[in-house]
C-alpha cells in the first residue's frame, strides 16, 4: 500500500514540493541565526505568517487581497514555462515577454486610451510575437532558446524603457497612474473587490488566472493539440515522420508561452497595483519567479497554482522581516534560498522513484532466489 502510494506521480510531486519548502525554510533559518541569531525566530515566522501579522480581520482580508494580486501575475508565468517545458522546450525567456506584456498594455492604456480588454489582448499578441521569435530560431536556424530568451529579454527591457517613457510622470521615471489618466484601462472588480475587505486592486484578474491553468491543463491533456505538441517536444524527428508538423508545433509552442507571459503582465499592470519604471535596468523577476512555482508545482498547470500562491506568499512576507535587526535585503535573501530550492521538485522525484526501483528489484530478486531453493527442494 505504501509503495503504491509512493509510485503517484501527484503523491510524489506533493511531498517532494513539501520536502523543498521545508528544507529551503531551515536553510533561510540557519542563515538568519549566523546573522543575528536573536530576531531568527521572529523573522522567519514573520515570512511565513504574511497577512497573518496582522490582529484585525479586516486588515488580513485586504493584505491578502494583495497576495493574490501578485499570485495572478506569478501563475500565469508559471503556466508559461511549464507549456513549454512540456514539449521540450525551456523558455527563460517569459521574464522578457512579461516585460513586452506590460509594455503594450501600458502604452495602449496610457499612450492610446483604449479600454482594459483591448490592452489585455495587446500584451497577449505582443508576448506571443516575442516568444514566436525564438520559436522561429529554433525551428528554421537551430538556435537555442535558452540563447535567443536571454537576448531577448535585454532587448524587450530597453525597448519597453523608451516606449514607455512616452506616457511616463513628469516628475517621476514611473508611468502615469492608470486610475487618473484611464479609469477605463482598469481590469473590473465584479464585486469581488468588496470580498477582501474593499480592496480597490482585486479585480477578474484571478479568476482569469485560474481559468487559463484549467485550460492549459485541458490542452495538454486531453486535446490532440497537446499530444502533437509534446509528441514533438520528445521526439521532433519522430514527429515529422508520424506527419505531424515539428517546425509549425515549435513556433506555436514559444507564441502561446509568450501570450500567457504577456497576460500575465496585463493582469499585474491593468489592476493598478504598481507602476512600471522607465529606468529600471534589470529584467522583472516576475518571469524568473514563474521558473521555481513551474517546478515546485510538479509542471502541473493545477499544482501550479498552489506552488505560486505559496511563493508570493513568503516573497510578501519578507516585507514584515524586522528591519532594525536585519538589512532591507533580508527578506529578499530568504525568499530566494527558498524559490532555489523549489526547483530541486524534480529531483527529489527522480531520486524517489530510484529507490523505489531499487526496492522493487532487490524484493524481486530476493524472491526468484527463494522460489528457486523451493525448486530444488
Known amino acids: 500500500m505504501k509503495n503504491s502510494l509512493l509510485k503517484k ?5 506533493l511531498l517532494a514540493s513539501v520536502m523543498c519548502i521545508l528544507v529551503g525554510l531551515l536553510v533561510g533559518y540557519i542563515a538568519l541565526l549566523l546573522i543575528n541569531p536573536g530576531g531568527a525566530w521572529t523573522a522567519i515566522s514573520a515570512i ?72 489585455l489582448l495587446a500584451a497577449i499578441l505582443a508576448g506571443a510575437i516575442a516568444g514566436a521569435i525564438s520559436g522561429v530560431l529554433k525551428a528554421y536556424c537551430n538556435v537555442n532558446e535558452v540563447i535567443s530568451c536571454i537576448m531577448l529579454n535585454w532587448i524587450s527591457l530597453y525597448g519597453v524603457n523608451m516606449l514607455l517613457n512616452l506616457v511616463k510622470e513628469e516628475t517621476s521615471p514611473y508611468t502615469k ?15 469581488l473587490g468588496e470580498l477582501f475587505s474593499g480592496s480597490q486592486y482585486v479585480t477578474i ?8 491553468a484549467v485550460l492549459i491543463w485541458v490542452v495538454l491533456s486531453k486535446t490532440k493539440l497537446g499530444y502533437e505538441l509534446k509528441a514533438t517536444g520528445n521526439n ?24 500567457l507571459a504577456g497576460m500575465a503582465a496585463a493582469l499585474l499592470y491593468l489592476t493598478g497595483f504598481e507602476q512600471w519604471s522607465c529606468s529600471q535596468s534589470s529584467v522583472p523577476g516576475m518571469g524568473f519567479n514563474g521558473i521555481a512555482a513551474a ?11 498552489f506552488s505560486s500562491y505559496f511563493i508570493q506568499h513568503i516573497t510578501a512576507g519578507g516585507a514584515y522581516v ?8 533580508v527578506s529578499d535573501f530568504i525568499s530566494s534560498i527558498i524559490i532555489y530550492l ?33 525448486g530444488k527442494k
Do not use: H
Not at 507549456?83 to 501600458?106: E, P, R, T
Not at 497612474?177 to 464585486?191: E, R
Not at 524586522?322 to 535585503?329: G, I, N, S, V
Not at 529507490?355 to 526468484?368: F, G, M, N, W, Y
Open 342 to 374: 523549489c526547483g530541486f521538485v524534480l529531483f527529489v522525484k527522480l531520486s524517489l522513484n530510484n529507490r523505489i526501483a531499487r526496492s522493487e528489484e532487490k524484493k524481486a530478486t530476493k524472491q526468484a532466489g527463494s522460489s528457486e531453493k523451493g
Open 236 to 259: 521532433k524527428n519522430a514527429a515529422k515522420y508520424a506527419g505531424m508538423q515539428e517546425n509549425r508545433n515549435l513556433i506555436l509552442t514559444m507564441a502561446i508561452a509568450g501570450g
Open 48 to 119: 511565513i505568517k504574511n497577512f497573518f501579522y496582522y490582529p484585525s480581520g479586516a486588515a488580513r482580508l485586504r493584505y491578502l487581497g494583495n497576495t493574490l494580486v501578485k499570485t495572478a501575475p506569478l501563475l500565469l508565468c508559471s503556466l508559461s514555462v511549464l507549456f513549454a517545458y512540456k514539449v521540450g522546450l525551456f523558455n527563460i525567456g517569459a521574464a522578457g515577454q512579461f516585460v513586452v506584456g506590460a509594455g503594450a498594455s501600458l502604452y495602449c492604456a496610457l499612450g492610446l486610451g483604449l479600454p482594459w480588454y483591448v490592452c
Open 9 to 13: 506521480d501527484g503523491f510524489q510531486t
Open 295 to 305: 517546478f515546485l508545482g510538479g509542471l502541473n498547470p493545477i499544482g501550479a497554482i
Open 322 to 329: 524586522d528591519k532594525t535587526m536585519y538589512c532591507a535585503q
Open 205 to 212: 484578474a484571478i479568476p482569469i488566472a485560474i481559468v487559463m
Open 177 to 191: 497612474n492608470l486610475k487618473n489618466v484611464n479609469p477605463g484601462a482598469l481590469l473590473p472588480s465584479l464585486g
